[in-house]
């Protein structure tokens, strides 16, 4: 017997989303199997994941907010906290930290003023680490929004900052 | 001829983003799928691919015929059976699997369709990792031509043989890489890896049978349909069959990845195909294989590339990128960044790698923060038992050991100096 008389909330999510991760069930067995998807999707929309996002997707996906509240967290990007609109992602993987990844990662910082995960004044960027991006021949790297950006040398920091 | 010897990259030009269909049939793609698909059982497809001698590239090495042909196929009650294609390369100091990604799709494409054939799955899925971006959008672009020129969906080639590929993009776990974990990730759980038994070729997705393939692994099927075992048995040079993509990160002069024999000596890929080291650097040893592989030193450089050559000598193939130390980098260091890695990326699911791994990193941070004790060095050691095969739930925390005991055999003076340094110091205040 379902004691639960509260009817799930979808009412955080938008016609859009809703629509999205409706799409993406008749791809598996079951919906539990599209949390990543549906995290993924509402991301992309507002930039991370709220509590409020999460209840919701969690209704739609018909499974508890812990649950995939413990898959949210499981994962290095989805984010659980407000981002910059772009994520400035650089490796600091074996390759990349031997050729110069800190100093990367430090200028990257001052430049923004801005530590480690925190959002620039201007709501601009965030700078976050992230694991090998498979492209170690032209070490150091990092991946700008969506853009994988290679042999990052201190111009290409500001070349990148600037635009 | 340059084409015969090189069939995976063949298609992957300086001049060309991506192969496009146009490009990929154009030397010959889809060939392999049409002979499989139109004049072979799909026992006759895994028996080929297993004479024809390849292993998988995902990093284990084992035979994918074989694999296939262990997948329940007569039983009234397994009619689904699963596909599951492992391109979630997240292995440091890897990048192979990007590069057939993102510049000739349709040849994965067109292993994925074979292998479902050979296996009768009707369902595959791409494991993609969330930060390849580009390669989701051109396999995106790749599915739909396929499907238009009938290669894909119903009744392929006029064959009955129905097929659905689906895309499936990661959010960033390397423990999602390791397949039974994969198999959670994919069902949207806590990608914690699964017991074996039972294996996931007998119950896997959604408990059906289904078989995991790397993306190189996949990508050199075609080829073995379309030209046939014999040929392919004569591209290498050593005990293993076919071509692979050898790669060389760090202070190489010529860093990249090449397509080159199986069984080619380490010192062709380091000092003719990366140039040597930098001038001013030297050679200090060698990860084979990506971040989970031992040391090799340059005494080394003569063993060639082949699975079995390079156990051996200690060590692993793994995914045959070489990540180089030079003599100016600190092997401890290294290490430490290697170890860091790991501990982020444990699951932590079994206790030996939940808290071995930050003690490792505790220690290593220690030793070169000059407050080491040769005893750490002990219990460093006695970490790479502890954490080594078959005391942990997965192979993530005895391939994280793989460079530190390593490290500790062959620079065991470099891990000693920060300590008796820091004695020395001590001593003179
Ligand atoms: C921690 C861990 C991470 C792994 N990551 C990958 C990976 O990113 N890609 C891959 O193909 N195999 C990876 N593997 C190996 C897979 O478990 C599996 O052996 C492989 O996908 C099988 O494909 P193959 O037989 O074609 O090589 C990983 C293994 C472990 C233990
Ligand atoms: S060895 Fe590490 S990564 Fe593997 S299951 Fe145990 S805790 Fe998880
Ligand atoms: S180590 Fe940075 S891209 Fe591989």
């Known amino acids: 017997m379902n004691i639960h008389t509260e009817k799930p909330d979808f009412e955080g999510l938008s016609p859009a989303e809703i629509q999205e991760i409706n799409a993406e069930f008749s791809h598996y067995e079951d919906k539990t199997a599209v949390s990543i998807e549906a995290l993924k999707i509402v991301q992309k929309h507002r930039g991370w994941v709220s509590d409020e996002c999460l209840v919701a997707v969690a209704g739609l996906l018909d499974i508890s907010t ?45 430049h923004l003023n801005v530590e480690l995960g925190e959002m620039s004044a201007d709501g601009e960027y965030t700078i976050l680490p992230i694991v090998c991006l498979g492209a170690c021949d032209h070490a150091p790297v990092v991946m700008v929004g969506n853009e994988l950006r290679q042999d990052i040398s201190d111009d290409a920091v500001n070349e990148i900052l600037r635009r | 001829m340059e084409q015969m010897a090189k069939p995976l990259t063949k298609n992957i030009r300086p001049d ?5 269909l146009a490009d990929y049939e154009s030397t010959g793609g889809y060939e392999g799928l049409r002979k499989a698909i139109t004049q072979l059982q799909p026992k006759d497809v895994q028996q080929w691919v297993k004479d024809a001698g390849l292993r998988g590239r995902g990093g284990a090495g084992f035979s994918t015929g074989l694999k296939w042909s262990l997948v329940p196929m007569d039983a009234e009650s397994f009619q689904t059976r699963y596909l599951v294609v492992n391109a979630d390369e997240m292995e440091p100091g890897t990048f192979k699997d990007r590069l057939l990604l993102e510049r000739d799709p349709h040849q994965l494409l067109e292993g994925i369709i074979i292998a479902a054939y050979a296996i009768q799955a009707h369902v595959a899925y791409i494991f993609l990792r969330g930060e390849y971006h580009l390669a989701a ?7 739909l031509e396929a499907g238009s020129k009938g290669y894909l969906g119903k009744n392929i080639l006029d064959s009955g043989f129905n097929l659905e590929i689906i895309l499936h993009t990661s959010a960033g776990r390397y423990i999602c890489g390791e397949e039974t974990a994969l198999l959670n990730a994919l069902e949207g759980k806590r990608a914690n890896p699964r017991a074996k038994p ?22 050199n099927v075609p080829h073995i349909l379309h030209y046939g075992i014999e040929w392919y048995r004569s591209l290498a040079l050593g005990a293993d069959q076919g071509t692979k993509l050898f790669g060389a990160s760090g202070r190489v002069k010529n860093p990249g990845l090449w397509e080159l024999p199986m069984g080619t000596p380490i010192r062709e890929i380091i000092e003719e195909y990366a140039g040597g080291m930098r001038d001013g ?17 340059p005494e080394h450089l003569d063993v060639v590339m082949d699975f079995d050559a390079i156990a051996k000598a ?14 100016l980098t600190c092997p401890v260091q290294m290490v430490l960044n290697l170890e860091e890695f790991f501990a982020q990326e444990s699951c ?9 791994l930050p003690w490792t990193v505790t220690l290593l941070k220690d030793i070169i923060a000059g407050q080491g004790r040769m005893e750490d060095l002990d219990a460093l050691s006695g970490l790479t038992r502890m954490l080594g095969p078959g005391n942990t739930f997965c192979a993530l925390a005895p391939g994280a050991m793989e460079p530190l005991q390593s490290a500790l055999k062959y620079f065991r003076e470099d891990f000693e100096r920060y300590i008796t340094g820091n004695n020395a110091v001590m001593e003179s205040v």
């Open chain 1, 66 to 110: 812990a649950q995939l509240e413990g898959v949210a967290t499981f994962y290095n990007l989805i984010y659980r906290q407000p981002v910059g609109k772009t994520v400035i992602h650089y490796c600091n993987s074996v390759t990349c930290w031997m050729l110069g990844a800190e100093q990367v990662r430090e200028r990257l910082c001052r």
């Open chain 2, 16 to 20: 060309r983003a991506f192969a496009t």
């Open chain 2, 137 to 143: 959008l051109r396999l995106e672009n790749a599915l």
């Open chain 2, 198 to 219: 039972p294996f996931p070729l007998v119950s896997g997705l959604w408990g059906k049978p289904t078989v995991i393939n790397n993306v190189e692994t996949l990508c």
């Open chain 2, 281 to 297: 650097y030297k050679l200090r040893g060698f990860l084979p294989g990506g971040a989970s592989t031992d040391f090799m030193l």
């Open chain 2, 314 to 327: 200690g060590s692993r193939m793994g995914t045959g990128t070489l990540i180089i130390l030079d003599d």
């Open chain 2, 348 to 356: 932590g699911w079994c206790t030996p790698c939940r808290d071995g």
